[in-house]
């Protein structure tokens, strides 16, 4: 059987990569090459590989100076991997190898990429028609959380927005870029489960037609939306301005007058005290590693007799019980992903177990009235009232 070199390619296309900047110095000109073969190889030693055309002069400026940096691009970089995989010319290149950083070792680190690993070269193995750079880390750092740059099946690919809702590190960090999230928090309040979880708590709060809402943690605002609906007047607050941006255009365009938005912190309310008759949240509470802070502050703004609404995954909710839960319903593939994002959101922030909540709620000087489980227990309605 004779090897076929184009479907070798295309089998090996089949691997989806992040795609990386590598950069290094000679003789104090800076050189770089887009590379997606790239590996950690050891973390003790911190050892990194990468795989250079043995053509390329980047390779042979590495194999001259012993050191180079990985730069990992973020999905915004697409025209700095082309230009460096040969799109563009030599003045372009040194235009941007120029402006960038210098690491210990002297190699280029672009601004605004994900991470970097500055490396000195360890070993270089004959590869065929590439060499095999093995590097030891020097120094490594990493940007702000964003979307990687990616490569499948010879072109790039972006990840959906539900993997930053559910973005591990940056959950467990506190660093998760709000901002990012819009229409992916647009789509999931606007279909599906969750959908139908924000208009129950509509239907069991009950809001009147002479009553004033507060919304917190607003999102883009179906909750607010759905709230002034039935009542006299609905504010919506959120501690993101894209958020309350997207929120207020939906507001205007469904012809809502009575709904407004306001960027502002849940535990710094911008309002008097009792001013309000109903007081609601979704999803903001599994946020907060205490949650009385948020709670003491509706506490305030809500008049005698006013009522409390939650919406908040319960301390069961996983991605293994969430799977099980949509492995009984028939949901389109973008609404079961969001479901799992919910899921993997809640096992890296805080589940409050419902006795926590119904002590929290208490300390704060309100009553539980009603407590409903939804989604086969997964998913929590709370009514409170305050005395």
């Not at 590495?62 to 082309?82: C, K, M, P, T, Y």
């Not at 030891?136 to 099946?153: D, I, K, Q």
């Not at 958020?243 to 007058?257: C, I």
């Not at 205490?290 to 709670?295: F, K, M, R, Y």
Request: hydrophobic share 40%; with cysteine; glycine share 8%.
């Amino acid at each position: 059987m004779l090897f076929d070199p184009a479907e070798f390619r295309k089998v090996l296309g089949q691997f989806a990569t992040g795609v990386t900047l590598v950069t290094t110095v000679q003789d104090g000109t800076p050189h770089a090459m887009t590379v997606n073969s790239f590996s950690a190889v050891s973390l003790d030693p911190p050892l990194v590989l990468f795989c250079a055309d043995r053509r390329s002069r980047t390779s042979a400026a590495i194999a001259a100076s012993g050191v180079f940096a990985v730069n990992i691009l973020r999905e915004e970089q697409r025209e700095i991997s082309d230009l460096f995989a040969g799109k563009g010319t030599d003045i372009d290149r040194q235009a941007v190898l120029t402006e960038a950083h210098v690491a210990e070792s002297g190699s280029p680190i672009l601004k605004d990429v994900l991470a970097f690993l500055d490396c000195k070269v360890e070993h270089a193995y004959d590869g065929g028609d590439h060499i095999v750079y093995v590097g030891r880390v020097l120094s490594s750092g990493r940007g702000e959380a964003g979307a990687p740059l990616l490569y499948y099946r010879g072109t790039y690919q972006a990840l959906d927005d539900v993997w930053r809702w559910r973005d591990r590190y940056a959950a467990r960090e506190q660093a998760t870029p709000f901002h990012e999230l819009v229409d992916f928090f647009d789509r999931m309040q606007a279909e599906g489960p969750y959908a139908t979880l924000v208009d129950e708590l509509v239907t069991l709060v009950d809001p009147g037609v002479e009553e004033r809402c507060l919304d917190l943690g607003c999102g883009t605002g179906r909750l607010t939306r759905e709230m002034g609906r039935r009542c006299h007047e609905s504010i919506g607050i959120d501690a993101t301005a894209a958020m309350v941006e997207r929120a207020a255009q939906r507001a205007k365009a469904l012809g809502l007058d009575n709904v407004t938005f306001r960027e502002a912190l849940a535990t710094r309310l911008p309002f008097p005290d009792a001013s309000f008759d109903v007081v609601t949240a979704s999803n903001l509470l599994l946020h907060l590693p205490e949650p009385g802070p948020v709670l003491a502050e509706a506490a305030r703004v809500l008049r005698p007799g006013g009522r409390l609404a939650l919406l908040e995954p319960a301390a069961t909710m996983s991605r293994a019980t969430m799977a099980g839960y949509l492995r009984g319903h028939r949901y389109n593939p973008s609404t079961a992903h969001a479901m799992l994002a919910w899921a993997d959101a809640a096992e890296v922030t805080y589940r409050h177990t419902e006795d926590k909540l119904s002590g929290e709620l208490g300390g704060a000087g309100l009553q539980v009235d009603r407590r409903e489980r939804r989604m086969n227990g997964l998913a929590l309605l709370w009514i409170a009232s305050k005395a």
